[in-house]
T-cell receptor, first 116, second 114 residues
């Protein structure tokens, strides 16, 4: 069955420190992968996506992610975290359905706390 | 571009009443929209796929008679929670498909059933 695993429920980092959020997926075909950020009580904002091509993907707000097929991973990274990055982060995989469209399967999320 | 709106953003209703939530794609046409439910501090769970002009496809375990979905136009899908009960209280998020593998999400609707 298709699934997305985010092993870290909570992560705390100091402002200015580097960040890596882990994401592993289970899907038999070529995955479409996404990272979203959600602030409390808000909807989802797309940080970046991977469809094909270069496995290192650049996103907004200084985030990047690397697709590693051999490890079934799509980890999110940022070299220097800002206090405003504190939020919930969701990894998702697009699953092809019979109608020809994709539905998304989300991970359980990682809540990031940033210390001043 | 690619803006999706939801209305209302918050709604409080009494147990037993029905509540309608609208999802609109403002600057693109969406033949497919999706409805998700998110419990506090949990992930998004796909409830159903809404297709313009046809019946919605519900995920396993979602009561289609409880959560009525109508996708009457290329820019509007509605979710009606019928005979709402406190356990239906949740954050409901819609998304609209712009291309075959890309969705854009609305800001969500907080439903509280008293």
């Amino acid at each position: 069955a298709q699934s997305v695993t985010q092993p870290d429920i909570h992560i705390t980092v100091s402002e200015g420190a580097s960040l890596e959020l882990r994401c592993n997926y289970s899907y038999g075909a070529t995955p479409y992968l996404f990272w979203y950020v959600q602030s409390p009580g808000q909807g989802l904002q797309l940080l970046l996506k991977y469809f094909s091509g270069d496995t290192l993907v650049q996103g907004i707000k200084g985030f990047e992610a690397e697709f590693k097929r051999s490890q079934s991973s799509f980890n999110l990274r940022k070299p220097s975290v800002h206090w405003s990055d504190a939020a919930e982060y969701f990894c998702a995989v697009g699953i092809l359905v019979t109608s020809g469209t994709y539905k998304y399967i989300f991970g359980t999320g990682t809540r990031l706390k940033v210390l001043a | 571009g690619a803006v999706v709106s939801q209305h209302p953003s918050r709604v409080i209703c009494k147990s037993g009443t029905s509540v309608k939530i609208e999802c609109r794609s403002l600057d693109f046409q969406a033949t497919t929209m999706f409805w998700y439910r998110q419990f506090p501090k949990q992930s998004l769970m796909l409830m159903a796929t809404s297709n313009e002009g046809s019946k919605a496809t519900y995920e396993q375990g979602v009561e289609k008679d409880k959560f009525l979905i109508n996708h009457a136009s290329l820019t509007l899908s509605t979710l009606t929670v019928t005979s709402a009960h406190p356990e239906d209280s949740s954050f409901y998020i819609c998304s609209a498909r712009r291309s075959y593998n890309e969705q854009f999400f609305g800001p969500g609707t907080r439903l509280t059933v008293l």
